[in-house]
Every structure is written in structure tokens, then in C-alpha cells.
């Protein structure tokens, strides 16, 4: 299997310094960040967006493979992650992510794909690696 791999980079103290964070891929490349973005609402990435990023895509993909693995067939799965950074004593911590999901599947009832989004919750790659977070799924069968 492939290992993927992403690099960052951080000059400075923590509240005036500054970093780029970059993807194997290419497809972000020297992307900058700083306390502002991540710790208040400046504009701008954080790890916190890459990670829901990173969820949200492997949550997507995962949930249309159990479905259509369960014999029905996807039109589209879309996947909302927000993740909440909050002070915890002496740090930061990521307290929660809170997972929105939207499906379009043919054939399914909502009983049978609320039993898929919540086994893929628990069986998502990226799901598995945060096992530690809490996870709040809201998922919804569009009509």
C-alpha cells in the first residue's frame, strides 16, 4: 500500500510565528498558517481544516463503498466535517468533529443506511485513526 506524505514547517515562537504546510501531491504547496488562523478567525488553513478535510474524503468514500457493497446504488455522498479545537487545561485540544453527510442512494431505506453511515463511522480509515475524538454524525437520505 502507498504511504502518503505531507510536510510542515514552523518559524518562530507560537503566537507571532508562522509556517507552510505542503502535500506530496502538490496539490497545496507552501500553504501558510499562523495563530490567528488556527486559534482565532483569521483566513487561511490550519490543521484543523486538513484534518476535517482528510475525514471528510476517506468518511465519504468509505460510506458509498459499504452502501454499494451492501448492493445499492450511490449517486452521490457528500461529507461536512467540523472540527472544534478548544483550551483544555494548559493546551489545546480537538474536542469533537462533527460529521454531516448527505446521500443519494437508490433503493435504501433510512433504517438500513443509518446502520451503513454508523458502521462506517466506526470503520472509516481516517475515523480509526482518530479514535480518541469524538465523532457526531448527522446523516441524511436525500429523496
Not at 6 to 24: H, P, R, Y
Not at 96 to 120: P, R, S, W, Y
Request: with cysteine; aromatic share 6%.
Amino acid at each position: 500500500m502507498p504511504i502518503r506524505t505531507a510536510n510542515a514547517t514552523w518559524n518562530g515562537d507560537l503566537k507571532t510565528g508562522k509556517g507552510i504546510v505542503s502535500s506530496e501531491s502538490g496539490l497545496f504547496k507552501d500553504a501558510a498558517y499562523n495563530f490567528a488562523q488556527r486559534f482565532e478567525n483569521a483566513k487561511g488553513t490550519n490543521p484543523e481544516e486538513l484534518l476535517g478535510a482528510a475525514h471528510a474524503a476517506c468518511f465519504s468514500m468509505a460510506l458509498s463503498a459499504g452502501l454499494s457493497g451492501a448492493g445499492f446504488t450511490v449517486k452521490s455522498v457528500k461529507t461536512t466535517d467540523k472540527v472544534h479545537i478548544d483550551k483544555v487545561g494548559d493546551g489545546f485540544t480537538i474536542t469533537k468533529i462533527e460529521v454531516t453527510c448527505d446521500a443519494e442512494v437508490v433503493g435504501i431505506d433510512d433504517k438500513k443506511f443509518q446502520e451503513i453511515a454508523e458502521n462506517t463511522k466506526k470503520g472509516c480509515p481516517v475515523s480509526k485513526a482518530l479514535t480518541g475524538v469524538e465523532f457526531i454524525l448527522k446523516a441524511t437520505l436525500k429523496k
